[in-house]
Structures are given as C-alpha cells and as structure tokens.
C-alpha cells in the first residue's frame, strides 16, 4: 500500500510536468478548503461570542425580576426590557413595581428561567471547539 508522498514521488519521476500540475491543483483545493473553513469559523466565532455577551446581560437583568403570587414585575417605577437587548429596570427606586409585559414574562419563563438560552449558548461553544478541531486536523492532513 502506498503513501500519498510516495505516490507523488512516483508522478514526478515518470512525468515531472503533470507533478506540478497535481501539485498546484491540490494547493488550490487546500486553498479552497482554507477560505470556506475561514468564512464560517468567523461567523461562528462572532455569533458566539455576541450570544455569549446577551445571556450574561439577560441573566443580569432576569436578576432583577421578582416573583410574587404567579406574577411577574420590575422593582422601579420604569421597568426593564429584555428586547432588543437586555436593559435592566431603570426609575426613580419606590416602593413601586412594575409588572412585566406578556413578551417580557413569556421570554422569561420559557427562555431564561427554563435554561434554554444557556443551553444554546453551550451548544454553539461545543460547535465552535468542534469546528476548530476538525480545521485543524484537516489542516494538519493537508500538510
């Protein structure tokens, strides 16, 4: 059984003009393997880390949600958000709270309290690490 150098080995001896031509195809496979892998661990890496950034500010704000006889609310007179992006309760701090509208509450029940936004947070990190690890190896067969 004979090793890809070997067979290379082979080529350039009996014909050293379609060696080159192997060669070069083979660097332009590679290169073409290089920039796809490189597009889309970028985006990988860039919606990682941004969906890493909004759980910690939506458990931050989710801090500031009291629960109270099934119902939910925000601590000051003008309450928080969690859309577009989390902002935590703002207002003069009285004895006043505020109820959480229906997407506000919804979201927070069965998004942040039930853990499926850490859950997808995990998931995209173990595809990033995945997807690292098999560039890598790809990478390191390729040399």
Wanted: hydrophobic fraction near 40%; avoid cysteine.
């Amino acid at each position: 059984m004979k090793t890809h150098y070997q067979n290379h080995l082979e080529i350039f001896f009996q014909n050293p003009k379609k060696h080159k031509a192997i060669q070069s195809n083979t660097q332009l496979t590679s290169l073409k393997i290089n920039i796809k892998s490189t597009i889309t661990l970028a985006i990988l890496i860039s919606t990682t880390s941004i969906l890493t950034a909004y759980t910690a500010s939506a458990y931050y704000v989710a801090s500031y949600v009291y629960e109270e006889n099934g119902r939910l609310w925000w601590p000051n007179s003008l309450g928080g958000s969690f859309y577009p992006w989390p902002n935590r309760p703002t207002g003069i701090a009285f004895q006043l709270l505020t109820p959480l509208n229906q997407a506000d509450s919804q979201y927070y029940l069965y998004i942040i309290k039930s853990g499926v936004l850490i859950a997808l947070t995990l998931l995209l990190w173990f595809t990033l690490f995945w997807k690292v690890w098999k560039i890598r190896k790809t990478h390191s067969i390729h040399k």
